[in-house]
């Protein structure tokens, strides 16, 4: 079954970085990809609807602006009242594996992302952005070009389930096609080039990783004429002629789980190196500072941290005692003004932060 994602784009994720209003409403929930299992997600919509219905009367919200964000929220889980709308209904038989929902007054938008992230709902006067941002830091998500000189095929593999083939337009059938009735190096080359040129029309403007399934030479001639950006490098991976697709997906998860603790070990040991240098910091009131002075080039942050407070325009942090509609989160903010100053945030695992934390930065200069 498909995996049905609609990632933000940079564009579209700074929009929800500088959207304010009185009242923000911030949803995420799991989901399933199974139609018939999509009820009960629906039913968990329900609740955290109800949740955020209450915190925003709690906050002494509009009563209008309740009803608009209670309106759109009721009308995604349960459709029309006069009985299910298509839209709707297609909607929900097109999932990943969660849901991000942002609703303000005027305002509603979704987002279905290939992690599984649990189920949360934030009220405040800015959207709740750290969990998403686990989706566009590390998807999950993958394409699988299975070559050999027999046959070539696309796939398209989530975290879960089951690999879907992906047409592409003027793909080549087989080597036989650019080589007559003898293949040799020189034509696998032509081949390996026409298939690169033919992936471009379904991967240009994608960003998630190409795992190339191939033997030895067909896998050297195509790194060698690939112009996708995002090729992962030389991993052991299944021969796609004797492997099923389900086992070329389980082999690329596996592949994808490397290349990410390879990117956080990079990074850990950069973090380390410039420990040395000054240009370091895991404090949050010092973060929220650096941040706010456009000081921080890469930031890790805990998906699952909540440091309840606010911080101000110049940096300085005000501590709460428990979340609620009048703050936003410290470590929330702190990765927002990273974001819009140009740096690089990535949302990891609690044990992925150095010294132990819920943030971690790498300066751009000693401040």
């Known amino acids: 079954m498909a995996l049905h994602t609609d990632i933000p784009t940079r564009p579209e994720l700074e929009r929800l970085l500088t959207a304010t209003a009185d009242h923000c409403v911030s949803i995420y929930l799991p989901t399933h990809r199974v139609t018939q299992e999509t009820h009960q997600d629906r039913l968990v919509l329900r609740d955290l ?50 849901l991000a929902i942002f609703a303000s007054p005027g305002r509603f938008e979704t987002h279905r992302l290939p992690n599984h992230l649990t189920a949360m709902v934030e009220v405040s006067d800015r959207f ?49 096609q650019s080589s007559g009735n003898k293949v040799v190096r020189a034509r696998e080359g032509a081949y390996a080039r026409r298939v690169d040129t033919a992936l471009r029309t379904v991967l240009t403007g994608s960003d998630l ?21 995002h090729l992962v490098a030389e991993r ?47 404090d949050a009131s010092d973060l929220a500072r650096l941040s706010t002075l456009g000081a921080v080039d890469t930031l890790l942050v805990d998906i699952d941290a909540s440091v309840p407070g606010t911080i101000d325009d110049i940096g300085a942090v005000t501590l709460a005692d428990a979340e609620g509609a009048g703050n936003y989160g410290v470590t929330d903010e702190i990765a927002r003004r990273v974001l819009l100053a140009g740096g690089r945030v990535l949302a990891v695992r609690a044990e992925d932060i150095p010294q132990g934390g819920p943030l971690a930065g790498l300066l751009r200069f000693v401040v």
Do not use: C
């Not at 990783?209 to 950006?229: D, E, K, W």
């Not at 240098?277 to 895991?282: E, L, V």
């Open 209 to 229: 990783p190409l795992i190339l399934a191939a033997s030895q030479p067909m896998a050297a001639l195509y790194r060698s004429v690939n112009t996708y950006p």
């Open 236 to 282: 052991e991976h299944g021969n796609p002629e004797t492997s099923t697709d389900a086992e070329l997906a389980d082999a690329a998860r596996t592949i994808l789980d490397e290349v990410y603790a390879d990117q956080v070990a990079e990074l850990a040991e950069r973090f380390g190196d410039l420990s040395g240098q000054g240009r370091t910091a895991t």
């Open 49 to 98: 609807t109800r949740q955020a219905v209450e915190q925003l009367e709690a906050a002494g919200a509009d009563a209008d602006a309740v009803a608009d964000i209670e309106a759109n929220l009721v009308h995604l889980a349960e459709g029309d009242d006069e009985g299910d709308d298509p839209a709707v209904e297609e909607f929900w038989a097109n999932q990943a594996e969660s």
């Open 128 to 176: 709740h952005i750290t969990p998403l941002l686990r989706a566009v830091t590390f998807p999950h998500a993958a394409w699988i070009l299975a070559l050999s000189q027999g046959a070539v095929r696309l796939l398209e593999v989530g975290p879960s389930g089951a690999p879907v083939e992906v047409r592409v337009e003027d793909l080549p059938k087989d080597a036989w």
